[in-house]
Nanobody
Framework: QVQLVESGGGLVQAGGSRRLSCAAS????????MGWYRQAPGKERELVAS???????NYADSVKGRFTISRDNAKNTVYLYMNSLKPEDTAVYYC?????????WGQGTQVTVSS
């Protein structure tokens, strides 16, 4: 079992920046991979960024060059640095952990980008 707690969401103006954090209940070095997903109203949940235990990163085309995912194994925390935010980035952002064949989700954190 893995518990994930996201934080850092809020209201930000377009062009601004925000950092999301995802604290895990166990050593994230043992995770196959971790990622951030988002879901906007009326849309399906989509992958934003992911990072493997080896540090390989993957990004959605819509956020490449603006968002950066990183992990701090010592703090069991994964971060999502979001720059140059756009109104279309408005969504609930969820942390995901892939561990021993199962996927675990946090409760989500709302990010709202005003124009």
């Amino acid at each position: 079992q893995v518990q994930l707690v996201e934080s850092g969401g809020g209201l930000v103006q377009a062009g601004g920046s925000r950092r999301l954090s995802c604290a895990a209940s166990r050593n994230i070095f043992t995770m196959n991979d971790m990622g951030w997903y988002r879901q906007a109203p009326g849309k399906e949940r989509e992958l934003v960024a992911s990072i493997t235990s080896g540090g390989d990163r993957n990004y959605a085309d819509s956020v490449k060059g603006r968002f950066t995912i990183s992990r701090d194994n010592a703090k069991n925390t994964v971060y999502l640095y979001m720059n140059s935010l756009k109104p279309e980035d408005t969504a609930v952002y969820y942390c995901n952990a892939h561990f021993v064949g199962a996927h675990y989700w946090g409760q989500g954190t709302q990010v709202t980008v005003s124009s």
